[in-house]
């Protein structure tokens, strides 16, 4: 009776590592003969940075929501087709482009200029606000001749300026400024904010009784940039470190940093104007404050005022800069100039706080960029969820899982018939001693 149980504990064990090597097998098969995964979405700057400034000028959001790239020639057109995005043909490279703002900025400091590469127009866009003399304006207006035809001079209406007095108002004794992102270097929690708003060792309060006080500026940098490094008091941010304020009691959960794009829909919040909207219309580009030159902001059409200074600009709950200045009012409309949060992280070694854990970058995405919303609401969890142990072995695009069902399979095949031969050799080894004996 028990050699019988045997045999069939050795046929069940041999049936379940034949099945499992067929298992394997099919798992294996469907793996290599699955489809590839999709190739990552392609984006513009990333079209621009493969295929050179030579030929290529920039690109920018289309009005369907494609990357658009300006190319030199048709034959890098043809490759923008191939890739995805939408070309268009333009005269001037992006190389002539940034040796004209090079020339721009080693002339002669002008207080009140500002400009910008307008890639749509593949053109260098010079602005002269108010305060700029008319002499100035001259010796400009040559510099642009000398430089060539497409460099484009425009007078504007209002004033150039760092938008001192953002979501949270915080103050201080040298004026108010607004929050902008929370970040941390895993340490301690800090504010990000503009430069201007302060120098190193300002300390900031809530109120303006001076009574609830937020914190201390401990780095930043202004001019050159626009960006400070506000420690809190308590060291920790606190509850809802992740979410910037829009007004009505309600917010915004951020979960990432990125670049944006030109063309894209961005949001900014602020103390004074509150939520307000607009697109991004430049990168890189330089303004000339009466306290000193700033360069490699994000220019946009979004409106701003005295208040607003420090601020968040984000997309689709994507954090991508802080106010740093501008011209206009949100009556009439204007310039702003955020100054890029992924710099000033990278500067300053912090990173942001996210609801799940500081968060690396992560690139923007145009899918989104014309939604209505400005993000995520502020209830909505952050980050995306692991794939479990079942969904990452049934996945068919999977060939270690089949590898593994095989190698298992011959084990026990090999197990099995070893078991098997002890057991043989050990049954005559009995037999042959009791007929010696």
Request: proline letters at 6%; a positive charge.
């Amino acid at each position: 009776m028990r050699h019988v149980r045997r045999r069939i504990v050795r046929r069940a064990a041999r049936l379940a590592a034949v099945g499992g090597l067929l298992l394997g097998g099919t798992m294996v098969t469907q793996a290599v003969a699955s489809p590839p995964p999709p190739a990552p979405p392609v984006t513009g700057p990333g079209l621009v940075e493969r295929l050179g400034a030579e030929r290529t000028a920039g690109s920018w959001v289309g009005a369907d929501g494609r990357p658009v790239v300006a190319v030199t020639d048709r034959d890098t057109a043809a490759e923008v087709r191939r890739a995805g995005a939408t070309p268009k043909v333009v005269r001037h490279s992006l190389r002539e482009l940034k040796s004209a703002t090079a020339a721009l900025r080693s002339a002669p400091r002008v207080a009140g200029t500002a400009w910008a590469v307008d890639y749509r127009r593949n053109e260098v866009v010079v602005r002269a606000d108010r305060t700029v003399s008319a002499a100035d304006w001259d010796r400009l207006t040559q510099l642009a001749e000398d430089i060539g035809g497409f460099v484009r001079m425009e007078r504007s209406a209002g004033t150039f300026t760092t938008r001192l007095n953002g979501a949270r108002p915080i103050l201080s004794t040298v004026g108010r400024c607004s929050a902008g992102f929370n970040v941390t270097d895993g340490r301690r929690d800090f504010i990000l904010t503009a430069g201007h708003c302060g120098p190193t060792g300002s300390v900031w309060f809530a109120d303006d009784q001076g009574a609830r006080e937020v914190g201390r500026t401990v780095a930043g940098s202004f001019p050159g940039a626009d960006y400070s490094l506000v420690r809190y008091a308590s060291g920790r941010a606190g509850e809802g470190a992740d979410v910037v304020a829009i007004g009505a009691r309600e917010g915004v959960r951020i979960t990432g940093a990125a670049e944006p794009d030109v063309g894209q829909r961005v949001f900014r919040s602020g103390s004074t104007t509150g939520l307000r909207d607009g697109r991004v219309t430049a990168l890189d580009a330089t303004v000339n404050y009466p306290e000193g030159t700033v360069t490699g902001l994000i220019e946009t059409d979004v409106c701003a005022e005295p208040g607003d200074s420090g601020g968040p600009l984000f997309a689709e709950g994507i954090a991508l800069g802080v106010t740093s200045g501008g011209s206009g009012d949100c009556r009439s409309g204007g310039t702003t100039f955020f100054q890029p949060v992924t710099k000033a992280m990278e500067e300053l070694g912090v990173r942001l706080i996210t609801a799940t854990g500081a968060s690396s970058p992560a690139p923007s995405s145009s899918a989104g960029q014309d939604a209505s919303a400005p993000g995520a609401p502020a209830q909505a969890a952050g980050g995306g969820q692991t794939p479990s142990l079942y969904a990452r072995l049934a996945d068919p695009r999977n060939a270690g899982p089949g590898l593994l069902v095989i190698a298992g399979s011959l084990v026990a095949l090999v197990a099995t018939r070893w078991i098997r031969t002890e057991q043989d050799r050990k049954a005559y080894q009995r037999q042959y001693s009791a007929s010696w004996s």
